[in-house]
Structure formats: structure tokens, C-alpha cells
T-cell receptor
Framework: DAKTTQPPSMDCAEGRAANLPCNHS???????VYWYRQIHSQGPQYIIH???NNETNEMASLIITEDRKSSTLILPHATLRDTAVYYC???????????????FGQGTILTVHP | GAVVSQHPSRVICKSGTSVKIECRSL??????MFWYRQFPKQSLMLMAT?????????EQGVEKDKFLINHASLTLSTLTVTSAHPEDSSFYIC????????????FGPGTRLTVL
């Protein structure tokens, strides 16, 4: 699986948009970009994933650059409960020996302030 | 989304004893489950891939005789930490492929193991 690079920490004011960047310059054509978050002492929670088109769901939006070498997770209106470690992971969705394996990096610690 | 449960959520044991952790997929069948370990202030580290009806595949550096994995049914995988030592104290998390939507993984809530 391709490696990802994320800033170690970010701050955001409550109610504002949180934009979390991720670099994945070695991503392969069959690899998806996944975002998970982990609130303290809990299991990771799925947020969103995409291949090359931008994606949006009830939790967040995912913007993937045209060359797919980087992406941004957007939490449109951050709340205090969004304080967590956010992980950007690239992994093949189907096929290949890495299917199903998610390799976690250090992630970004997002702190939402009142 | 799919739900994965773990039991127990927290366990304290004496050094030298064995501890079993269960991972269940509650509303879907999981032919493959994954076991992770997380030390304080560190990221999740994949330990092994659990395959229903066959042997688990362990990541490099993980002792298969110490961390026994059994995946006897399509909804249950167990991780047994044998002859536990204080350095095995960690947060153990399991994961399974969620069929809906396909492509992402559901994670359990984790099990906090403390070895005295």
C-alpha cells in the first residue's frame, strides 16, 4: 500500500470548517483513499472513501486532486465531538494481497476549540 | 454500517496467564477479520489477518505461538494472548470488511488489556 503523509496536529474553532490534508504521491491506480478517525480509547470510525471523484456524505467531504497525489477531508461545521485522530489511508479495494489490510500512519490530531 | 463487537472491553490479568479476546460481526458475515494492537500515543499496528476456516496470517515480528488466532465461524474470531507479560499490555482492536458499503472496514470498540 502507498504511504501517506499528514500533519501531526491541527486546530479548528467550533462551527468552522476543518480541512485536513493528506499527501499520497505514490498511490496506485487501483488504490482508494480512505479516511477514518479515532476518538480517545475507541475503535476507529469510518468517515469516507473515494477513488478519483470528490465524495460527500453526512459526515464529511473528500476532495481528491486530479493527479490523485493528495486529498483533503473537510468537516464542514466542526463540533467539539469531532476532536480525534484522523487517519488517511490508501488501500486497494478489491483484489491483490493487500485487500482488506489497512495500514495506519500517525494521523492528524484534530483539536476543536470552543 | 456494519457493527463489530469485542468482548471483554477491559481485562486485567496476572503475568503468565492467558487471555482470550472475542471479535464478532453482528449483522454480517466476515470471512476475514484483522487484529490490531495499539500502544499509548501510538498508531494502530496490524498484527494478523484472521481467515475463516484456515490459518491466520501474521505480520512480520508478531509471534504466532504467543498470539493465537481462531476464526471458527463467519461471525467470530478470537485472539488469545498466551503467557501474558506486562509488555503485552495494550489496546487490541479487531476489524472486518463491511459489505455495505463495500470497500471499507468496520472496527470493534477495542479491548484494553492490562497485565500485572
Amino acid at each position: 500500500d502507498a504511504k501517506t503523509t499528514q500533519p501531526p496536529s491541527m486546530d479548528c474553532a467550533e462551527g468552522r470548517a476543518a480541512n485536513l490534508p493528506c499527501n499520497h504521491s505514490t498511490i496506485s491506480g487501483n488504490e482508494y483513499v480512505y479516511w477514518y478517525r479515532q476518538i480517545h480509547s475507541q475503535g476507529p470510525q469510518y468517515i469516507i472513501h473515494g477513488l478519483k471523484n470528490n465524495e460527500t456524505n453526512e459526515m464529511a467531504s473528500l476532495i481528491i486532486t486530479e493527479d490523485r497525489k493528495s486529498s483533503t477531508l473537510i468537516l464542514p461545521h466542526a463540533t467539539l465531538r469531532d476532536t480525534a485522530v484522523y487517519y488517511c489511508i490508501v488501500s486497494a479495494s478489491a483484489g491483490g494481497t493487500s485487500y482488506g489490510k489497512l495500514t495506519f500512519g500517525q494521523g492528524t490530531i484534530l483539536t476543536v476549540h470552543p | 454500517g456494519a457493527v463489530v463487537s469485542q468482548h471483554p472491553s477491559r481485562v486485567i490479568c496476572k503475568s503468565g496467564t492467558s487471555v482470550k479476546i472475542e471479535c464478532r460481526s453482528l449483522d454480517f458475515q466476515a470471512t476475514t477479520m484483522f487484529w490490531y494492537r495499539q500502544f499509548p500515543k501510538q498508531s494502530l499496528m496490524l498484527m494478523a489477518t484472521s481467515n475463516e476456516g484456515s490459518k491466520a496470517t501474521y505480520e512480520q515480528g508478531v509471534e504466532k505461538d504467543k498470539f493465537l488466532i481462531n476464526h471458527a465461524s463467519l461471525t467470530l474470531s478470537t485472539l488469545t494472548v498466551t503467557s501474558a507479560h506486562p509488555e503485552d499490555s495494550s489496546f487490541y482492536i479487531c476489524s472486518a470488511r463491511d459489505p455495505n458499503p463495500p470497500g471499507h472496514r468496520a472496527f470493534g470498540p477495542g479491548t484494553r488489556l492490562t497485565v500485572l
